[in-house]
Structures are given as structure tokens and as C-alpha cells.
DNA sequence: CGACGCTTTGAGGAGATTCAAGACACGTGG
DNA sequence: CCACGTGTCTTGAATCTCCTCAAAGCGTCG
């Protein structure tokens, strides 16, 4: 697998350190060695970049290496709908399956690396991999679940929310072995507010009330959690 | 196909005037065939009746002949969330798919007779019926578009989200060929502002309010739209 | 180190909720 | 067929949460 080009070891799903959690989970070791072969690798976009735009065609599902990227939608006047955010080591795409067009764009937040596993290549690991539409079935069903839980949160209060909200990243951050109580928010509070469903000044005066309880420690975007656990009885009150 | 059992002439997915619109929809009419000797037909639930409970295991999909239904998840207190309401000739039990049990329960909002593909049966049809699995996929990575206008929705005032209530609703049952300008509600006031997340006197009071703009006319359940290009622009406004 | 964008903080206001009470519809039994 | 009771729907008043607007403070990056 050495390669002259390559000023680097060459980053393989074999030797990527996202392989238990990115597309081949749940694939076989031969099942893996096919897909490896696949993938576009080592793409780059600058923060504020695009990886795709609503309206383009669906390319394929990308996997993130590194970096962090914004899923947006618009509504009727053009304003941005932050549907949703995509951490290091997670899919994104999704949105460009059911109608082959996408229905978001993506946007980086920071520098990222992705892994791209394009439309055709799709259609021949269904057909040769038997465990690969399994995979990609249960993901998209899982989606259903997903809205269940949005939709839940969206009754909720703001502070339940952003309580929630931090809990979700801190976990998701742990799932892919960052650390879960002390992070960086790639987003800026107008971004989190959006998502959300509240005023980024609503965002602000809630962090700064969870600071005055000692439940987080906070400056600008760096994030620590002081008392995780009293941050989760704040959401699940 | 004749049955001395049946009292009526048998109704298949041959004969179904939903046939159409549901699970055979994009399938050629071999593919057909095969499906209809898969599906258990005829099955009936009363008003307040389950047919299924969050929690029990997936058991296949369901086609909806007539009724409507609606789907339920809970909070942590134990209150009802109403997802998303089911109406003749639409699918469900999408929210077992995923981990292979329900996250949701579905409840009969009035007598239903519904369609039953069980899990065993899909399993097979996507083997044997190429075109089942794109069927299936599509129709789960659709939810991810159904997520994006459910949240852009939430952004949304009381009046919008109520506009935008009667008007999917006359969309979904006009694709299915019932009345888009005249039908019966079959869920209270309490379970519609559930399901759009506000109060129920606040569903009352616009409905009121539209039918004092003229927009509708609305006494109890029984709906009828007056001026749709209205209660459009209310919506898009 | 200066400028721009992001974040914080305050004051006032709008929209929706909650609570409460009365009107209405529907099904049941007499 | 009507009276009755229960659950649903309507309507009002007070309250509250969160938003909007505005201005100042802070960080970051050229």
C-alpha cells in the first residue's frame, strides 16, 4: 500500500481512525476492503466553503475526517435554516437521496478533510454488499427517529434546549474519542440559536445563567462542563 | 382468486384503488404480483384501538385502506406527542424500522381497515424485487425532507402553522381522490395543537379567526375551505 | 493595533400559554 | 324521540416566556 506519490502514509479505511464509526460499520473485513477502493479521499474546503448546494445533484454520501460543517435549509424569504450540524467522523449527504437533487447546502464551519463515496459506487456496493443496504436503509430510517426527538425538543424551553443541545454535542464529541466535557463550538451563537429555534440573545443570557450555576464554564466558544450531571437534570426536568 | 370464505369479492392490490399510491407504487406489474401474495389484507381496528405500541417489535409495514390514525411517542412525564397524523392510503410503522422496534404507537382515530407486508416479506422482496429497495430507500431518505419542513414550521407563528395544518391535509387527501375543499377532521383540537406544538384554545381561536376572515367555514370537525388561495397566502406570507 | 463581526446585556413589547368558565355536540339510556 | 351526561370546543383575562431593538463590550484577524 506504499505509494510514492504520497508524502504521507496514505489514509485507507483500514488505517483511518474513524473506521468503526464512518460507512464500513458494520461491514465485514472483505466487505471494508471493497468499499476502500471506492472512496475518494483527502478532499479539502476552507471554513465557509461549500461541499455541495440545495438544488445540485446528489454526488454521493460524504464521510467527515476532520472539521465541522453546517447543514442548512432556506426558507420562503432566503433566510438560512440551520437544520442541522455535522461533527468530525460523522455522514452527511443524506438530504440528496430521496430525490437525487440536494435539499440542503453544506457548509464548513472550519477547515475540513472528507472522504466521498460517489452515486455509482453506491449502486454496485447494494449489489455486491449485501450488508451495505442494510447499513444505508437503517441510517435513513433512523432519520425518523431522529425527528421524533427534534420534535420533542421543540416544546421544550429555550434553556432545555440549549441544555440539550450541549449534551448532544458533548456525546456525540465522546462516541468519536474527543473530549466530552471540555470543547470548542465551531458555531457561532447566531448558528446555534437558529437551529434551535430561539434568538441568538436567548442563547447568550442561557449559557451565562448556566455559568452563574456552575453547571458549564464558557468563554467565547470555548465550552467546559462543570457539572454534567446537573446540566442533564436541567434537560430532563 | 375466488374464496368461498370471503363474503365479499376479495380485494388484492390488483383490484385496490390505492394501488397507486401505496406500497406497489414504482413497482412493474409482476413485481405486483409477487407483492400481493405477501400482504395480509383486511385487518380492522376501532376507534382508540392500537396497532402498535412503542416498544414492540417491528413487524412490517402497513398500508392504511381506510381511517386515519395517528402516531404517538411520549415524554419523559409520560405525555402524549402526536408525530404525524395517517391518512387512507398512506404507509406506516416507518419508526420500527430502524432498530427493529417501534418508536412509536398508532392509535385509530376512527374504525380502520388496513394492509399488512410483514418484515419477513420485505426482506425477501428486496431480494428477489430490485425495485422494492429503491422504493423503500426513497421513501425512508424522504423523512430526512419531511424533517427539514416539519423544522422550518416550527420557526413558524400559530396562525402560519395552522394554515399550513388544513392545507396538507387537503393536499394529502386530494393525491388519495377524497374531497380537497370539504371534509371531516378526525382528530380533536387538543391533538391537532399537539402535534403543531401549541395550545389547543390557541388552534380554536384561529380557526375562528379564519372563518371570520372568511377563509373557511368550520363547525366542530366538518372543514370546509372557502377561499384556498387565502389560507395559502396566510401560509406563505 | 484597528476594524469588523460576534457576543453580551438591558428595556419594552408581542404572541402564546394557562386557568377558568360556559357553550356545544354526541352518544346513551329511558 | 328526547333528556341527560360526558367530553370537546370556545371564549375571556391574566400571565409569562421569549423576541426585538438598541447599544456597549469583547475577540479575532488582517
Known amino acids: 500500500m506504499s505509494n510514492a506519490l504520497a508524502t504521507k502514509t496514505a489514509i485507507t479505511c483500514d488505517n483511518c481512525n474513524l473506521d468503526k464509526l464512518c460507512i464500513p460499520k458494520g461491514l465485514n473485513?472483505?466487505?471494508?476492503?471493497?468499499?476502500?477502493?471506492?472512496?475518494?479521499?483527502?478532499?479539502?474546503?476552507?471554513?465557509g466553503?461549500?461541499?455541495?448546494?440545495?438544488?445540485?445533484?446528489f454526488r454521493g454520501i460524504i464521510a467527515l475526517r476532520s472539521g465541522s460543517v453546517k447543514l442548512?435549509?432556506?426558507?420562503?424569504?432566503?433566510?438560512?435554516?440551520?437544520?442541522?450540524?455535522?461533527?468530525p467522523g460523522e455522514l452527511l449527504g443524506f438530504d440528496g437521496m430521496s430525490l437525487q437533487v440536494h435539499n440542503c447546502t453544506a457548509i464548513a464551519l472550519e477547515t475540513v478533510n472528507f472522504c466521498h463515496l460517489p452515486t455509482h459506487q453506491i449502486e454496485a456496493l447494494t449489489l455486491n454488499?449485501?450488508?451495505?443496504?442494510?447499513?444505508?436503509?437503517?441510517?435513513?430510517?433512523?432519520?425518523?427517529?431522529?425527528?421524533?426527538?427534534?420534535?420533542?425538543l421543540s416544546r421544550r424551553s429555550a434553556e432545555e434546549r440549549v441544555a440539550s443541545f450541549i449534551l448532544h454535542i458533548s456525546d456525540r464529541l465522546k462516541i468519536r474519542g474527543y473530549s466530552e466535557l471540555?470543547?470548542?463550538?465551531?458555531?457561532?451563537?447566531?448558528?446555534?440559536?437558529?437551529?434551535?429555534?430561539?434568538?441568538?440573545?436567548?442563547?447568550?443570557?442561557?449559557?451565562?445563567?448556566?455559568?452563574?450555576?456552575?453547571?458549564?464554564?464558557?468563554?467565547?466558544r470555548q465550552l467546559k462542563i462543570i457539572n454534567?450531571?446537573?446540566?442533564?437534570?436541567f434537560y430532563k426536568e
Chains 1, 2 share one sequence.
Open 49 to 57: 466553503e461549500a461541499i455541495y448546494h440545495a438544488g445540485s445533484s
Open 72 to 87: 442548512l435549509s432556506f426558507d420562503r424569504h432566503g433566510n438560512e435554516i440551520v437544520v442541522d450540524f455535522i461533527l
Open 129 to 152: 454488499t449485501p450488508g451495505f443496504y442494510q447499513i444505508l436503509l437503517q441510517r435513513s430510517c433512523n432519520q425518523f427517529d431522529v425527528q421524533v426527538q427534534k420534535m420533542m
Open 29 to 47: 473485513r472483505s466487505e471494508v476492503g471493497e468499499l476502500k477502493l471506492l472512496v475518494s479521499r483527502n478532499n479539502i474546503r476552507q471554513k
Open 182 to 220: 471540555e470543547f470548542r463550538l465551531t458555531m457561532s451563537r447566531e448558528e446555534i440559536g437558529n437551529h434551535l429555534g430561539i434568538a441568538h440573545e436567548t442563547v447568550s443570557r442561557i449559557v451565562h445563567h448556566f455559568q452563574s450555576l456552575e453547571i458549564i464554564e464558557i468563554k467565547a
Open 228 to 233: 454534567k450531571k446537573k446540566l442533564f437534570s
